[in-house]
């Protein structure tokens, strides 16, 4: 059980870090973004589009995505840091999806499954 624990530390760290450039990325781009925790733990930062609504922007680590929704536009490569910022800040600035924020849900385990 330790190393489970240990690898889920570093993944959390590795998170925050990813979000950390994140966040200074978009604040040179002129959108403000607050890292925090959800309620549910998880590392992400706070962003606000041109209406004044608010999403949480994720780190997905098995696809190297920043994401704020279950849409498939509403994910960016984290491989490269300053074109995941403007795609993040643009989708911002156009505004974010109708609706409550939805989750992405995606089981890896369904998708090793189907390879055996």
Request: proline share 3%.
């Amino acid at each position: 059980m330790q190393g489970k624990q240990i690898i889920k530390e570093r993944q959390r760290a590795y998170s925050q870090e990813l979000l950390t450039g994140l966040q200074q990325e978009l604040a040179a781009r002129e959108l403000p973004a607050v890292l925090g925790v959800t309620t549910d733990g998880r590392p992400a930062l706070e962003v606000t589009d041109g209406r004044g609504r608010a999403r949480w922007v994720f780190v997905h680590l098995p696809f190297c995505w920043f994401y704020w929704g279950e849409q498939h536009d509403e994910r960016t490569s984290f491989l490269q840091l300053p074109a995941a910022a403007d795609r993040i800040a643009q989708a911002a600035r156009d505004g974010w999806h109708e609706g409550e924020q939805g989750e992405l849900g995606i089981d890896l385990s369904k998708i090793a499954d189907a390879y055996r």
